[in-house]
């Protein structure tokens, strides 16, 4: 089985920063992307930020020039760093990794999430 948890929600005011991990664990074969989702109530989950296993990384234009996606492939660990934060990032952030698994049908992906960590912005 595969686990990610996520750490690091919290309550900040309009312009402060956030640091959010996650990490993947389990039995998979590899992770070909992690990202970061988030969702309001009532709302679709949308994408965040996202970064390939060569380091390739896609940001939501809502979050381009504040938010920073990296990861650590040998620790199987990515991290969101968010600054200049406003009022509309409130939601509760999801990690998501897309893992390659081969459990003797042969290789597929598939796609774990965590439970979600709440980021409150105050105005």
């Known amino acids: 089985q595969v686990q990610v948890v996520e750490s690091g929600g919290g309550l900040v005011q309009t312009g402060g920063s956030l640091r959010l991990s996650c990490a993947a664990s389990?039995?998979?074969?590899?992770?070909?992307?992690m990202g970061w989702y988030r969702q309001d109530p009532g709302k679709q989950r949308e994408l965040v930020a996202s970064?390939?296993?060569?380091?390739?990384?896609t940001y939501a234009d809502s979050v381009k020039g504040r938010f920073t996606i990296s990861r650590d492939n040998a620790k199987n660990t990515v991290l969101l760093q968010m600054n200049s934060l406003k009022p509309e990032d409130t939601a509760v952030y999801y990690c998501?990794?897309?893992?390659?698994?081969?459990?003797?049908?042969?290789?597929?992906?598939?796609?774990?999430w965590g439970q979600g960590t709440q980021v409150t912005v105050s105005s």
């Open positions: 998501a990794a897309d893992v390659y698994m081969d459990q003797g049908r042969g290789k597929y992906q598939a796609r774990y």
């Open positions: 970064v390939t296993s060569g380091d390739s990384t």
């Open positions: 389990g039995s998979f074969l590899s992770i070909n992307v």
